[in-house]
Structure formats: C-alpha cells, structure tokens
Nanobody, 123 residues
C-alpha cells in the first residue's frame, strides 16, 4: 500500500509562484511512476507533470516552461514548483504513484492517489 499526502496548495495571484509537495510513504525504489494531475470543475483529470523511474520527466504542453517536477530522495517527497501561474491553472491537484508488479507472466499496475490539494489563481 502506498500513501500519498499533498501539501502546499492555496490561493495566489496571476503570475505568482506556488510549490506543492507530496509525501510518499514508501521507498521510491518500489515506485515506477510519480505524477501530478489536476482536475478543474467540469473537466476531466489531466496529467500535469510526471517522473518516470526517477529520471525522465514529462509535462503537459500547457505548463511547459512554467512548472518543474522534482523528487527529493532524502525527504521522500515529489514536488511541483509552479511559476507564472494563470487563472486556468486553478484546479485540485493530485499526487499519484504507479507500481508495476510482476507475477508469473503478467504485469499488474497499481495506481495510488493522494487526497488532493486546491490551487486557486485569482486576482
């Protein structure tokens, strides 16, 4: 079982920064993918940024150049540094983790989610 706890959400003015942090309950050695998703009212949940096997990162086009995802092995956290925030970045942000488990000839995917943290960008 993996527990994820997000923190750092809040209200910020357009153009401002905000940093989210996700505390992970197990070692990163057991996790294949870490990601930050968001869901705005009336919209589907979308991937914002991800870290694959602790090395490569990927970002949604809408946040490239503004958001940076990173992993802190000492603190066991995955952080999302957001800058130049826009009103359209307003959403509930969720931390996620995926584990792949091999059993016989089958690979199983297990996804875990945090409870979410609200980010509101408004003037």
């Amino acid at each position: 079982q993996v527990q994820l706890v997000e923190s750092g959400g809040g209200s910020v003015q357009p153009g401002g920064p905000l940093r989210l942090s996700c505390a992970v309950s197990i070692s990163f050695h057991s996790i294949n993918l870490m990601g930050w998703y968001r869901q705005a009212p009336g919209k589907e949940r979308e991937l914002v940024a991800g870290i694959i096997n602790g090395r490569s990162t990927n970002y949604a086009d809408s946040v490239k150049g503004r958001f940076t995802v990173s992993r802190d092995n000492a603190k066991n956290t995955v952080d999302l540094q957001m800058s130049s925030l826009k009103c359209e970045d307003t959403a509930v942000y969720y931390c996620s983790a995926r584990k792949y488990v091999n059993c016989a000839t089958t690979t199983y995917e297990y996804d875990y989610w945090g409870q979410g943290t609200q980010v509101t960008v408004s003037s």
